[in-house]
């Protein structure tokens, strides 16, 4: 029986594991090991890195056994735009300031969800907006400029 | 008695009308403040400084450190509504709490977390009245070995933590480990994991990792599929715990608030890991540990408790030392400092007004935010009312106004928008996020003391055994270690 | 006809630019000025900060606003006022780390020509304590018990890189004896590890561990100081008893990007200067433990450019190694 690894929960889980525990484990060969009396700073990592590989083999292994599969479908389409959303708030807020900062994501923010109303989305961007400049600028004194920029 | 004149001494403080109105702002700006993510005590103590100037040490004091101890409260009310920690202790509130609002029951959690979080601050701010410099002197026992088997039966007992796949739940956990070690290493002041990248020499911050793997990964998770689905599906069945509920948190609030005084203590660890150890130490003498994770109650009201007491007992060291537990109580001692107030061990002698006012303001404040959380139960349920895609892009809004306040940096932005997408793959692939929260919180102090205990020891691994409290922790370890395998062992056994 | 009226509307709109421009510099400062400070609210530099902060804007007349920059020992603010507009409206808290961070870190900036340094604003001590079971009272006693015992006494910090372990680095440099570093997570940790007898040394700084000492939970040997601190004038400094020209001083300063004009530079020394000379701001940085100083930009940078030389020396007779 050809095991079915489309969507294989555990694999893709294990595999996971097995390439950060990997990675964990080749950047730490920068750094002194030392002993386990006297360790040295990439002893910690190189044991943690390797651990986690071998779990990471172990939970594949088990994928390919059990076959289950992920549930549900996954949300390419939200996570790219949620994602989006707080890449551009941190992008902008230095450079444009605050207000139009808070727009940009609450409107990239919606675009995430199933239905996108233009005014609702418009209203809520405008009492957010007014909200955050209260409590954050005005109530806590965060010094973040408005509109505009810091340079 | 002396110590009832003391307390006389200190309401006779604490209830003038100035002190109360103050200790009232301090605590409704710091159940705000905890509210709202990434700003947390130290960034609104900061900003009220110069305030701090302008006041007497008494009324100063009070306000700071009811933003303190408020801001705990708060933080677990996002903690419930929205499965966003505010503080690192309301994490383990997420697990059951969340699930509890899903259910309907976010009226009940939220009011048995007030509740919870009052009785361990009454016990609390007596333990600092009764035993305060005797809980100092304890903390002073602690040294590196002590903290490591400390971290070590905690790690272990971690597996006890996940819900489902215990293989899964410990790679969660060596995961946070590997996210912890990112930063300095304290015992060689080398770089670890920085990719020469200037923001990453501190380590991955927690707002970020909480950020990302709990709130954006849950968000997420409710937008993927294309059929519309509320979040908050259960019916509103009311909005105080039924009998039944105070029933079933009222032992576990008892076990919560003794760990909680205890770890509270003890500089660095505090209020954090009290939370996860009686969570951990709740579902393992459940009668049904499957309840947890699914909105047992319990799960609400021992990290709660656990969590009050912590911030309540974090203030001895402080106190009674003169040596700040954390950068928060660092701020807060240089309020004193600046206003002339030599705190160490001689604050209760030379200063009794302040000490044992503040005290009396710390039982005062707990009454406060029980009076002010119980009716805005009410409120917040109704903000779950309001339909999810009004919400989602708030919470995400805040969320990033939060990360990006905890160092004026873009950067930690990105990061948590990178964490998000991480802890989507994660919930999908069904690992659960608390795991490794945990081993994020406790890996860099576990390896950090365990180091160190190695090299005041000179190398030699029997320090563990020979000094008696470390001792304790490592043959609690093995208990632990022993009662996990023995059942599965006892079952391959019987299979044969 | 026409050509000289445009020439006339021409020189009209000149001369009212050169007026805008002169009237823009002498308005300085037109707008808030930021205060980066390279440290998370909190700690040290922070206070001493909001500590100048006050006085500060009032008498510069525009509100100056802290802003908290934490980061890989202050160098990412530093690394923001590098590269900051010089326009006078940027200004950094030179961390103490500013002289050691050289030696340690991989940076994106000169630590001496890419900084117009302005004041040194107030200096602190290191104390350094031992606990009660070390029999020895004086840094001589101290420097022959070490000497009977190499690599057995050990001496806490509150990291690698800070004052608290470079101080401990410069004494034995400078002496000869030999002990085992310690580092703990920030200055509370290691404190308390001294009291809980972990740790037998500590250089800590002066208000912290001067409660301490004076509550008799540690010894308090001698200062780190080239002067007696006004804190604890009974207690000698390690120059004073048996290591001469032993000094390790915290100093806390304000600067500018390089290139910011001469006339800003001297508005905010002038401004800076009186804020030190405030009753209140000296009071809020003597409970701090901090002196306030108030020199002038010369003396500054030729102080600024000895300690990077000197740490660097130690540093590198340490071996300690950064990134």
């Known amino acids: 029986m050809k095991p079915d690894l489309r969507n294989n929960r555990d694999w893709i889980a294990g595999l996971l594991f097995i390439v950060l525990g990997a990675l964990a484990t080749v950047l730490a060969r920068d750094y002194p090991f030392g002993t386990t009396m006297r360790m040295g700073p990439g002893y910690f990592p190189t044991m943690l890195g390797g651990i986690l590989l071998v779990f990471g083999a172990t939970i594949l292994l088990r994928g390919i056994r059990s076959g289950e599969r992920v549930k549900g479908e996954w949300g390419v389409r939200p996570l790219a735009w949620i994602t989006l959303s707080i890449v551009l708030f941190g992008f902008l807020l230095d450079r444009v300031g605050m207000v139009p900062a808070t727009v940009v994501t609450l409107f990239a923010a919606a675009a995430a969800g199933r239905e996108f109303r233009l005014k609702e989305v418009l209203l809520l961007a405008i009492v957010m907006t007014a909200f955050s400049v209260a409590v954050f600028s005005y109530g806590l004194k965060l010094p973040y400029p408005l509109v505009g920029s810091y340079y | ?496 | 006809m026409q050509v000289s009226f445009v020439a006339r509307l021409l020189a009209l709109m000149l001369l009212f630019g050169a007026a805008c421009t002169a009237f823009a510099q002498t308005s300085y400062p037109a707008k808030p000025i930021r205060f980066l400070v390279g440290f998370p609210p909190g700690g040290t530099n922070d206070i001493v900060a909001r500590a100048v902060a006050p006085r500060f804007s009032e008498y510069l007349g525009q509100s100056v606003v802290i802003e908290n920059r934490g980061g890989a020992n202050a160098s990412i603010a530093t690394d923001l006022v590098a590269h900051a507009a010089p326009d006078g409206y940027t200004i950094l808290l030179v961390a103490p780390g500013h002289a050691t961070n050289p030696a340690l870190l991989k940076l994106n900036f000169d630590s001496v020509n890419d900084f117009a340094f302005i004041t040194l604003l107030a200096e602190s001590q290191n104390l350094l304590v031992v606990h009660p079971s070390l029999p020895a009272h004086s840094v001589k006693a101290l420097i022959a018990l070490s000497k009977r015992r190499p690599g057995d006494i050990n001496y806490g910090s509150s990291g690698t890189g800070t004052t608290v372990h470079l101080s401990a680095e410069l004494f034995q440099y400078m002496t000869g004896v030999k002990w085992v570093h310690i580092p703990y997570k920030g200055g509370g940790p290691g404190l308390i590890a001294l009291m809980a007898g972990e740790v037998s040394l500590y250089f800590g700084n002066v208000p912290t561990v001067i409660r301490q000492a004076r509550a008799g939970k540690v010894r308090a040997v001698a200062t780190t100081g080239l002067k007696r601190t006004p804190a604890a004038p009974d207690i000698p400094t390690v120059a004073e008893s048996g290591v001469p020209g032993y000094e390790v001083t915290t100093a806390y300063g304000m600067a500018a990007p390089a290139k910011t004009p001469r006339a800003i530079l001297d508005r905010l020394h002038t401004d800076i200067v009186r804020a030190l000379n405030a009753p209140d701001t000296r009071e809020r940085l003597l409970g701090l433990g901090a002196d306030p100083v108030g020199n002038s930009p010369e003396q500054y940078t030729a102080f600024m450019k000895n300690e990077i030389a000197k740490w660097a020396k130690v540093i590198k007779a340490a071996g300690i190694k950064g990134e």
């Open chain 2, 1 to 496: 008695m002396e110590l009832l004149s003391n307390l006389a001494l200190g309401f006779g403080v604490a209830f003038s009308l100035e002190n109360l109105a103050y200790c009232f702002a301090g605590v409704a700006l710091g159940t705000l403040i905890g509210v709202l993510p990434g700003v947390g005590p130290l960034v609104t103590i900061a900003m009220l400084f110069p305030i701090t100037f302008h006041l007497p040490a008494v009324p100063a004091i009070i306000m700071l450190a009811g933003i303190f101890y408020g801001a705990q409260y708060g933080g677990s009310t996002t903690s419930i509504l929205v499965n966003l920690p505010g503080e690192t202790a309301s994490a383990v509130t997420c697990i059951d709490g969340y699930q509890m609002a899903r259910q309907g029951r976010a009226g009940p959690a939220l009011a048995t977390a007030a509740l919870a979080s009052f009785f361990a601050g009454c016990v609390g701010t007596l333990l600092i009245a009764l035993a305060g410099p005797t809980l100092g002197e304890w903390a002073l026992k602690f040294g590196s070995a002590e903290y490591t088997s400390l971290m070590l039966m905690a790690l272990v007992a971690s597996a006890v933590m996940t819900q489902g796949d215990a293989v899964k739940g410990l790679a969660m956990v060596v995961l946070g480990l590997l996210i912890g070690v990112v930063g300095v290493d304290v015992n060689s002041g080398m770089a670890r994991y920085s990719f020469g990248i200037p923001e990453l020499v501190d380590g991955v911050g927690f707002t970020v990792v909480a950020v990302g793997l709990f709130a954006v990964a849950e968000i997420v998770a409710n937008l993927e599929s294309r059929e519309p689905r509320e979040v908050y599906t259960g019916k509103l069945t009311g909005l105080m715990p039924t009998a039944r509920d105070l029933r079933d948190a009222a032992w576990p609030t008892v076990r919560g608030t003794a760990l909680g005084a205890c770890f509270g203590v003890l500089p660095g660890t505090g209020p954090a890991l009290s939370s996860f150890a009686t969570y951990m130490l709740e579902k393992k003498i459940a009668r049904d540990p499957s309840r947890f994770g699914r909105g047992a109650i319990e799960g609400v009201a021992a990290p709660e408790a656990a969590n009050n007491a912590a911030a309540q007992t974090a203030f001895i060291p402080m106190l009674t030392l003169g040596i700040p537990a954390t950068a928060t109580m660092a701020l807060m001692l240089a309020a004193l400092t600046l206003q002339g107030i030599a705190t160490g061990p001689q604050v209760m002698l030379d200063k009794p007004d302040l000490f044992w006012g503040l005290i009396a303001s710390m039982w005062i404040g707990n009454c406060l935010l029980v009076i002010l959380n119980l009716p805005l139960v009410g409120l917040w349920v109704k903000l779950l009312t309001v339909p999810y895609r009004w919400l989602f892009p708030s919470i995400i809004l805040f969320c990033c106004i939060g990360n990006y306040s905890v160092s004026n940096n873009p950067f930690d932005v990105y990061l948590c928008a990178l964490i998000g997408v991480l802890g989507y793959v994660l919930v999908k692939l069904e690992c659960e996020p608390a795991p490794l929260l945990l081993g994020y919180v406790l890996g860099p102090l576990l390896e950090e003391n365990l180091r160190r205990a190695l090299l005041i020891a000179r190398g030699d691994p029997t320090v563990f055994f020979t000094r008696p409290i470390s001792a304790a922790f490592m043959i609690a370890t093995v208990v632990i270690l022993v009662v996990m395998v023995a059942p599965a062992a006892r079952g391959m056994r019987r299979g044969t």
